[in-house]
């Protein structure tokens, strides 16, 4: 069965530290892993899309590095400030249909 | 700007009576998909449509039906919501089915 787990469920921070969000997932069929951040009651931005022969992708402040044969991601957040408090998800697309599948998310709270 | 729009942002129906949620893009892009997102929940993919080829996921209700009647509209219709459907759901698009999904606001769903 297809299934992406994010771990911790939440996670608060003091501003300005460096944090690593992680995703994992079954089956490394994929063609691709995409990270979204949502804001409560809204929809989802996209932050990152790593193609499945990719090893790593960044933006800013922002690194997401995949291994696909241990099926696993992480969101790295250099100096994390109060306006990145949101939730952050991962969505691996699968090959055989294109089927999307979501993590639950990790609630990423930084305190001023 | 170009994006991706869903109206109405909140929508109240009774237990049984149809309802229709619609999204529409300015990017031209070919694929959009609809998902359901309950809750505190990772978002569960419904359906997409690659320019006018249908693909339903095995695991969505009869009940959800959805119609694109040209690139840039696709309507989510609930034929008989029960209290279970209430959710935001969330329209998204992408150039092609392995790029970069850019999602709508969502519209939230309340079935009395």
């Known amino acids: 069965k297809q299934e992406v787990t994010q771990i911790p469920a939440a996670l608060s921070v003091p501003e300005g530290e460096n944090l690593v969000l992680n995703c994992s997932f079954t089956d490394s069929a994929i063609y691709n892993l995409q990270w979204f951040r949502q804001d409560p009651g809204k929809g989802l931005t996209s932050l990152l899309l790593?193609?499945?022969?990719?090893r790593e992708q960044t933006s800013g402040r922002l690194n997401a590095s995949l291994d696909k044969s241990s099926g696993r991601s992480t969101l790295y957040i250099a100096a994390s400030q109060p306006g990145d408090s949101a939730t952050y998800l991962c969505?691996?697309?699968?090959?055989?249909?294109?089927?999307?599948?979501f993590g639950a998310g990790t609630r990423l709270f930084v305190k001023a | 700007d170009a994006m991706v729009i869903q109206n109405p942002r909140y929508q109240v129906t009774q237990f049984g009576k149809p309802v229709t949620l619609s999204c529409s893009q300015t990017l031209n892009h070919n694929v959009m998909y609809w998902y359901q997102q309950k809750s505190s929940q990772a978002p569960k993919l419904l359906f997409h449509?690659?320019?006018?080829?249908?693909?339903n996921e095995a695991d969505t209700p009869d009940n959800f039906q959805s119609r694109r009647p040209n690139t840039s509209f696709c309507f989510l219709d609930i034929r008989s919501p029960g209290l279970g459907d209430a959710a935001m759901y969330l329209c998204?698009?992408?150039?092609?089915?392995?790029?970069?999904?850019?999602f709508g606001p969502g519209t939230r769903l309340l079935v009395l």
């Open positions: 790593i193609q499945s022969s990719q």
């Open positions: 998204a698009t992408s150039i092609q089915v392995t790029e970069t999904q850019y």
């Open positions: 449509y690659y320019d006018k080829d249908f693909n």
């Open positions: 969505a691996v697309q699968y090959t055989g249909g294109f089927k999307t599948i």
